[in-house]
Nanobody, 121 residues
Framework: QVQLVESGGGLVQAGESLKLSCSAS????????MGWYRQAPGKQRELVAA???????NYAPSVKGRFTISRDNAKNTVYLQMNSLKPEDTAVYYC???????????????WGRGTQVTVSS
């Protein structure tokens, strides 16, 4: 019914930049919050950045000032611009969205399959 598809991951050197994209498709009525989470090997999934329907943003302290989240509501797409990447940013990055679908009464949580970001030192 609803798919979130991420793109933009890859292998970069420390100090370089990457931009992740995530597009939602399907029987979408509205999207409330969208965000990015990440999970490194042996660690729990953690919030990286989130953006509300009114464009309010929230960042993990470890990425504040380096990462910028944005969204294009017309395209049902959320972006994550990652600058000054560090080896500790290496993880699988997952897209998340709270989506109201046709026939549903509330916004449900949807996840993408993840995209690998690897930062070498």
């Amino acid at each position: 019914q609803v798919q979130l598809v991420e793109s933009g991951g890859g292998l970069v050197q420390a100090g370089e930049s990457l931009k992740l994209s995530c597009s939602a498709s399907g029987s979408i009525v509205s999207i409330y919050a969208m965000g990015w989470y990440r999970q490194a090997p042996g660690k729990q999934r953690e919030l990286v950045a989130a953006i509300s329907g009114s464009a309010g943003t929230n960042y993990a302290p470890s990425v504040k000032g380096r990462f910028t989240i944005s969204r294009d509501n017309a395209k049902n797409t959320v972006y994550l611009q990652m600058n000054s990447l560090k080896p500790e940013d290496t993880a699988v990055y997952y897209c998340h969205a709270e989506i109201l679908t046709d026939g549903s009464m509330w916004h449900d949580d949807y996840w993408g399959r993840g995209t690998q970001v690897t930062v070498s030192s």
